[in-house]
């Protein structure tokens, strides 16, 4: 089966061909960072603009790349949401036009799913898994049972971790995205962090997590040196902040490991990209003996062969969208 798969909910114009849902054939991704870097954050606008402006050329070539012909595509697959509206018109606008231009099925595809479905490039799925789902807009614990099947266990109250992330950076006054310079801040530092950030556990036993705290701690810290003449350092700040996440979201996810006595567990998102985050979860995951898969870099940050990947799921099970499709901007992750 050979699906392509289109992605346009954020700041990345994304087209892919993947092979029965664990090839990657062709993963063509037009990144936009340049342009909103000087605005500190994506643009909704801006980000349309440029997708409409792409769109057309990564399919293309994602096909070109693919060694592959329309006549042998057996169906699209689309980010319906969740996203910015604007910005998922464009890639369900494209997929629309091309499904009827080439008699294909339409797939549509919610974009976490196609975060957690990254992961089976890397490896077949066992159930019942458990992913921490982490990205710039979601914080979140998902128990799946089987393919296509999601369980939300837990999410945050406020902040995503990859928004603490760049809100963090930005307080230190680091470009976006953030989330890459705190972890190669972080990275510099050898011996532990001498600043103690609060750590949200919640009530007992919740798998919900909360950021705003934590952003709020940083951000006192951060003026009250400036008020006072100091000055933090950012690699101090950069490690600590990074150092309370991380341990929060490993420890709960541990937890949910347990519960649902997972066979596997995945990390998915932006924020897997995270080199203390990879350590801490590798290292958690040995100590309780249970596989763990985690994406290499370019597959946790937004791509279409996730898009593909989760879309061949459902066009197995039978999904359709018709040309009615609209965008989800959203969309939520739970079906049962
Ligand atoms: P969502 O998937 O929730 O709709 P999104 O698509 O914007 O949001 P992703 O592309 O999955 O999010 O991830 C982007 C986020 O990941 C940003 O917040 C970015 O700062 C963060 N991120 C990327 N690399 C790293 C890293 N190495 N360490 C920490 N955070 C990172
Ligand atoms: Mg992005
Ligand atoms: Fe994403």
């Not at 070539?61 to 329309?70: G, K, N, Q, Y």
């Not at 902040?159 to 972080?186: H, M, N």
């Not at 649902?260 to 995270?274: D, E, P």
């Not at 290292?283 to 061949?312: F, R, S, W």
Request: with cysteine; hydrophobic share 45%; proline share 4%.
């Amino acid at each position: 089966i050979l699906i392509l798969g289109i992605e346009t909910s954020c700041d990345e114009t994304a087209a892919s061909v993947v092979e029965n849902g664990m090839l990657i054939r062709s993963n063509v991704v037009a990144s936009q960072i340049k342009s909103h870097k000087r605005f500190g954050g994506v643009v909704p606008e801006i980000a349309s603009r440029h997708h409409v402006e792409q769109i057309t050329l990564v399919c293309e070539a994602a096909l070109e790349e693919a060694h592959v012909t329309w006549e042998e595509i057996d169906g699209i697959a689309v980010t319906e949401g969740p996203g910015l509206v604007g910005a998922l018109l464009v890639g369900i606008s494209a997929a629309k036009t091309l499904a009827f231009a080439h008699s294909l099925p339409l797939i549509p595809v919610n974009h976490m799913a196609g975060h957690i479905y990254a992961n089976r490039f890397i490896k077949e799925f066992t159930f019942p898994l458990v992913s921490l789902v982490v990205s710039g807009g979601h914080t979140e614990i998902i128990h799946m049972p089987e393919h296509g099947r999601f369980e939300l266990i837990g999410e945050t109250r406020d902040d995503a971790a990859g928004e603490a992330f760049d809100k963090v950076a930005r307080v230190l006054g680091l470009p976006y995205p953030g989330g890459p310079e705190i972890d190669r801040l972080a990275r510099e530092k050898e011996e532990p962090s001498p600043l103690n950030f609060p750590r949200a556990w919640l009530e007992e036993g919740s798998y919900d997590f909360s950021f705003s705290g934590l952003k709020s701690a940083v951000i006192n810290a951060v003026h009250n040196a400036e008020q006072k003449g100091e000055h933090l350092d950012q690699a101090d700040v950069a490690a600590s902040f990074q150092e309370s996440v991380i341990e929060v979201l490993v420890t709960k996810t541990m937890g949910a490991v347990q519960q649902y006595q997972a066979k596997q567990l995945l990390v998915a998102g932006g924020v897997a990209a995270n080199g203390g985050l990879r350590h801490a979860i590798t290292k958690a995951a040995e100590e309780a003996g249970i596989e763990l898969v985690i994406p290499p870099i370019q597959l946790c940050t937004d791509n279409a062969a996730m898009i593909a990947a989760a879309g061949t799921i459902d066009y197995l099970q039978g999904k359709r969208a018709n040309m009615g499709l609209n965008a989800q901007p959203g969309l939520e992750l739970v079906n049962i």
